[in-house]
């Protein structure tokens, strides 16, 4: 428990997780987001899991799925909170990867090539 809340937190502790489902990436050229810039919600919504979704668009007219958690809003503006890419890592069953942290069900991997993205987390078992 503690090191899922120092992920939370922002902390760089590294998990291990063998891939126990294959993943492929859904979007080519997924949605990317810096810090405080300002950007767009549709008002759609996604459940994943548990986890609340929200469609988004930002400067550069590139749409996507972020997080609940990566929205702040001030005086009828919408600001992300931190930076934050939703390019996701293809996997298979069986690969090993290393991972830095965990948000809304989703889990932000390295695999041994050296490419990284996000996994879903009912795709992994932790090591």
Request: with cysteine; net charge negative.
């Given at each position: ?26 979007y080519e ?56 890419s939703a ?6 069953k069986g ?33």
């Open positions: 428990m503690l090191a899922k809340d120092a992920l939370r937190a922002g902390g760089k502790l590294v998990r291990r997780f063998r891939v126990i489902a294959d993943w492929e990436a859904t050229d997924p949605i990317v987001l810096k810090a405080d810039e300002e950007f767009w919600l549709s008002g759609k919504t996604d459940d994943w899991d548990g986890h609340v979704w929200l469609w988004a668009k930002n400067q550069s007219d590139k749409e996507g799925w972020i997080p609940d958690s990566l929205v702040r809003r001030v005086a009828g503006k919408t600001y992300a909170i931190a930076d934050f390019i996701e890592l293809m996997c298979r690969e090993v990867l290393d991972a830095s942290h965990e948000r809304n069900g989703w889990v932000l991997c390295r695999a041994a090539s050296g490419s990284s993205g996000w996994v879903p987390v009912r795709n992994l078992q932790e090591l």
